[in-house]
């Protein structure tokens, strides 16, 4: 046995970049067709609003109508798909650690916080921050809907009254979606008291082919 030729084989493994939204910010960004979206939840507790532009045009977007009423459910998860205005899938969503999401309510905004806290000082919200961000793409504050809000824990009772509860996630609870058509994402890390337990934390999204 020789050690002196044993040729050396380095394995190096290219970690997908783990990118950071700070507490009460946002981000917008493309991916492709068949790539895959991860969005987790670092510190847990934390919910992250999504919307969704078809990149090659961009009237086409997420329908929180079209997708309850497409996949049954008001409770979307693991193996539901999220459906746009013009009834065409533009995500699955194929993982899901902690199972809770919400798809009822409208991102925070500005007025959110005069009419459901009373408060009247300058705020962060997430409307503000899906607008920021999708000016990047030409898209205006009019045409962003109801996001999918990520992590969020909206109960209702049977005679239709809504609450806001704290997340179920995790440190590490993520939700993995599946691109079918080439998007404009738009995620933010929200920022209303009530829907995050009372404190701000990051989101970290990945991208993987
Ligand atoms: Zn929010």
């Known amino acids: 046995m020789t ?24 981000a917008a960004f493309t991916i492709k067709k068949g790539q895959f979206l991860t969005v987790s939840d670092p510190l847990g507790s934390q919910v992250s609003d999504m919307v969704l532009f078809n990149n090659n045009d961009k009237r086409e977007k997420i329908s929180a109508g079209k997708s309850m009423d497409f996949e049954e459910t008001i409770l979307l998860t693991k193996g539901n798909f999220l459906w746009s205005n013009r009834s065409q899938k533009m995500m699955e ?10 798809f009822l309510l409208a991102p925070c905004s500005p007025e959110t916080f005069q009419i459901m806290y009373d408060n009247h000082e300058e705020h ?31 109960q ?6 809504i609450s806001v509860l704290p997340p179920t996630s995790v440190a590490g609870d993520y939700v ?12 933010t890390a929200c920022s209303a008291e009530d829907s ?14």
């Open 3 to 26: 050690a002196g030729n044993v040729p050396f084989i380095i394995k190096i493994k290219i970690m997908p970049k783990v990118n950071t939204i700070a507490p009460q910010t946002g």
């Open 93 to 102: 969503i194929v993982e899901d650690t902690n199972g809770r999401n919400d």
């Open 124 to 154: 962060p919200s997430c409307l503000n921050n899906l607008k920021v961000n999708l000016s990047n793409y030409a898209i205006e504050l009019d045409e962003i809907p109801t996001a999918f809000n990520i992590f969020m824990n909206v």
């Open 156 to 161: 209702f009772d049977s005679k239709g009254k």
């Open 176 to 187: 993995t979606f599946k691109a079918e058509m080439d998007l404009i994402v738009c995620l």
């Open 196 to 209: 995050n337990g009372g404190t701000f934390k990051p989101i970290h999204y990945q991208i993987t082919d």
